[in-house]
């Protein structure tokens, strides 16, 4: 079973890896998610969903297939700014990072969009939280953007989002992936 970690907060953003984490946990896909925090403390969502992080920051499970971070009301607290070195090392290791919303400002506060195309909520609102980034000439004002093992999204592309992560994770061939998104987008199935 290869494990996706999600990264939860106090207030982080549930859905908008309801999708994402739905598919994934799927007995079929070969795919487990779990999730990760800064400690074991629970978690309480924007939605209210009260959770147990099964990893912290210092027990990170060696050898999963990628690190999902979903938006929410605390991505500029210093104390969530600790899962930067785990970001580093997604990176250094060539392991899949995929953020949405207000993560993808995170993403941007410590660099990690600058050589790589991206989107976000806007480019005003990345250039507001994050006054460091230098990613501009990468922006691409699209729902989700997906680039070298770096998955990108705005606040309202929930679902967008979670096709750009089953592409990369190559759970679905590209027929049963718009199949998919067909289903939820518009709510239908068309052949």
């Given at each position: 079973m290869k494990k996706v970690l999600l990264f939860v907060t106090d207030g982080f953003a549930d859905w908008e890896a309801s999708y994402v984490t739905a598919e994934l946990n799927k007995s079929?896909?070969?795919?487990?998610?779990?999730?990760?925090?800064?400690?074991?403390?629970?978690?309480v969502s924007m939605g209210g969903l009260t959770v147990l992080p099964d990893y912290s920051m210092d027990d990170v499970p060696q050898g999963f297939s990628m690190l999902i971070l979903p938006g929410g009301t605390t991505w500029r607290e210093e104390k969530n700014q600790q899962v930067k070195k785990l970001v580093e090392d997604c990176f250094r290791k060539n392991i899949p990072v995929a953020a949405i919303c207000?993560?993808?400002?995170?993403?941007?506060?410590?660099?990690?969009?600058?050589?790589?195309?991206?989107?976000?909520?806007?480019l005003p609102y990345l250039k507001e939280g994050a006054?460091?980034?230098?990613?501009?000439?990468?922006?691409i004002d699209e729902q989700s953007v997906r680039d070298n093992g770096l998955i990108t999204a705005n606040g309202t592309a929930a679902l967008e989002f979670t096709r750009n992560v089953l592409r990369e994770?190559?759970?679905?061939?590209?027929?049963?992936?718009?199949?998919?998104?067909?289903?939820?987008?518009?709510?239908?199935v068309h052949s």
């Open positions: 079929w896909t070969d795919y487990q998610v779990q999730t990760v925090a800064i400690d074991k403390d629970p978690k207000d993560a993808t400002t995170f993403l941007g506060i410590h660099g990690f969009l600058d050589h790589h195309k991206h989107t976000g909520n806007s006054p460091h980034y230098r990613g501009e000439d990468h922006y994770l190559q759970v679905y061939d590209e027929k049963e992936l718009q199949e998919w998104y067909a289903l939820f987008k518009k709510g239908s």
